[in-house]
C-alpha cells in the first residue's frame, strides 16, 4: 500500500475492508467504549498488546484510527493522532514538546488563534515564545536559538499571508541545535506540500479546512515523520518510562 500513489492512498490507506464486514465506506463507530471480554483479554488490550482492539474512544477508536492511518500514509508519517480541532493538534505538540516549560521560535505572521494562544496562553504554562518578523530571516532564528529553545514553528504556506517559510533551510537550523521543526501545514494539506520531503520532524493539521474539504467538522492532527532523535536532555519525556495502572501488577516493588 506504501508503494501506491497519492490518489490511491487517499481512498484506501489505513483501511482493509475485511477487518470491517466488508464495508466498502469507513464505518462510523459511534460508541465510547467497546466490550472486553474477559479480564485477561482486557489486560491485553489496555496494555496495548492486542493490535486492532479498542477500550475506550478517547484512547482510540477504529474510524478514527482509518483517519490517523490515512493522513500518516498521505504526509508520509510513521503515524498521527487525530484530536478535536486544529487548535487542540497545535496545542499538544507544544505542551509536548515544550513539557517542563521553555522557549519555541515562530514567526508573528501566523493563524490569529494560534498567535493568541502563543502570546497569552502558553506563557501560563512557562512556555515562552521569541517571534520573529520574518520566519526567513535566518540569522534572526539561528541567533535566537538557546539552552531552552524547544523547537522551530512554522506555517508552511500561512494562513492568512500566504507568507512561505523555508523548510529545508529551517530543518538545517532546527537540527544543527537538536530541536525539531514543527510545521503546521493546514493550508497546502499533504496533496500539494508533504513537509517531511523538506525534513520537518513533525506536521500539525487543521483538518477542519482542506483535509475535510466540506466545512462540516472541525477536527485537527499531529503527525511524526519518526526521524526525530528525542534522545537529547531537553526531552526527557519522549524517553523516561511512564507507569500506568495496568503496570501495577508487573512493577511491583
Ligand atoms: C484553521 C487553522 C487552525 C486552527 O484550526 P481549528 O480546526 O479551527 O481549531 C490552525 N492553523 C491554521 C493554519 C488554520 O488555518
Redesign the pocket.
Known amino acids: 500500500m506504501t508503494k501506491s500513489k497519492f490518489d490511491t492512498l487517499s481512498i484506501h490507506a489505513g483501511y482493509d475492508p475485511k477487518d470491517h464486514r466488508f464495508a466498502s465506506s469507513v464505518p462510523i463507530y459511534q460508541t465510547a467504549a467497546f466490550g472486553l471480554e474477559n479480564t485477561e483479554t482486557a489486560d491485553k488490550i489496555v496494555t496495548g498488546k492486542l493490535a486492532g482492539r479498542y477500550d475506550y474512544s478517547r484512547d482510540g477508536n477504529p474510524t478514527v484510527r482509518v483517519f490517523e492511518d490515512r493522513i500518516a500514509a498521505l504526509d508520509g508519517g510513521v503515524d498521527a493522532v487525530a484530536v478535536g480541532?486544529?487548535?487542540?493538534a497545535?496545542s499538544y505538540t507544544i505542551l509536548n514538546v515544550a513539557e517542563n516549560g521553555g522557549r519555541i521560535i515562530a514567526p508573528r505572521n501566523?493563524?490569529g488563534?494560534?498567535l493568541d494562544e502563543f502570546r497569552t496562553f502558553f506563557p501560563k504554562f512557562g512556555i515562552d515564545f521569541d517571534f520573529v518578523d520574518d520566519i526567513n530571516d535566518f540569522k534572526t532564528v539561528k541567533d535566537l536559538i538557546g539552552e531552552d529553545t524547544k523547537a522551530i514553528y512554522v506555517?508552511s504556506v500561512a494562513?492568512p499571508s500566504t507568507e512561505i517559510a523555508d523548510l529545508e533551510k529551517l530543518a538545517e537550523i532546527a537540527h544543527a541545535a537538536c530541536i525539531p521543526l514543527i510545521v503546521?501545514n493546514?493550508?497546502p494539506t499533504p496533496y500539494l506540500l508533504r513537509p517531511f520531503e523538506h525534513g520537518a520532524d513533525i506536521t500539525v493539521y487543521?483538518?477542519?479546512?482542506g483535509i475535510n474539504g466540506h466545512g462540516n467538522v472541525?477536527?485537527?492532527l499531529v503527525v511524526d515523520h519518526g526521524t526525530f532523535d528525542w534522545n537529547n536532555p531537553k526531552f526527557p519525556q519522549f524517553s523516561e518510562l511512564e507507569f500506568t495502572l495496568g503496570d501495577e501488577d508487573s512493577h511491583k516493588q
Open positions: 480541532s486544529g487548535m487542540a497545535i501566523i493563524y488563534s494560534s506555517e494562513n503546521d493546514t493550508f487543521s483538518s477542519t479546512k472541525i477536527s485537527g
